[in-house]
């Protein structure tokens, strides 16, 4: 880490657009142990914050022309992806796995000290042997961050329930999350088995600030954090 006593955590987070980066910069900013937050992505986030800054890059895998931009950070709460329905496992794995490595391979380069928290999902393989096609690119995924040469954080949330009215960009997840929402308060009774995009900003912040024994962070964790 190369936060120092007092100044608050430096934040890169990828995937701001999204559902989880949502509730995360959300959390981020109203944070007061973290200072500033720099949203990497494709598109802008919308929202001004005066700790808040952004990067935009047409091309996410290859981030080598601004890497001195990302240098000196804390920590990075890497939160893109996307659904494998419709993809084969090369498109998936391309979006998943190659994007996810090459970022991460500049941030090793710049920022070694870091900690780098990956939104992965709830049934995993880490074997790479399985059934599932995504499971196996995620799992790929995840094993390859745990060799880089920073401090990995692995979040595998089941069921995430948008809060503060953060929304999906699928539509179907949408209306879902509209039916969900009222039951929230019962399935947040089943331990382990849901949590909320606020719950899952704050566990990222407390595991950028402090690390955790745990590498690898199920729902269960990620709601027993402060």
Known sequence: MTEQAGTGMRVILFGATGMVGQGVLRECLRDDRVAQVLAVGRTP???QHPKLAELIRADLSDLSPVAADLAGYDACFFCLGMSAAGLSEADYTRITYDLTT???GVL???SPGMRFVYVSGSGTDSTERGRMMWARV???TENALLAMPFDTYLFRPGFIQPRHGITSKTGWYRTLYKITGPLYPLLARIPGLATTTDQLGRAMIDIG?????????????INALP
Do not use: F, I, M
Not at 209 to 221: E, H, Y
């Open 138 to 140: 995620k799992g790929r």
């Open 45 to 47: 986030t919308g929202q």
């Open 209 to 221: 600030l402090a690390g955790s024994p745990t590498r690898t962070l199920t729902n269960r964790d």
């Open 102 to 104: 090459a970022v991460a």
């Open 108 to 110: 090793a380069e710049v």
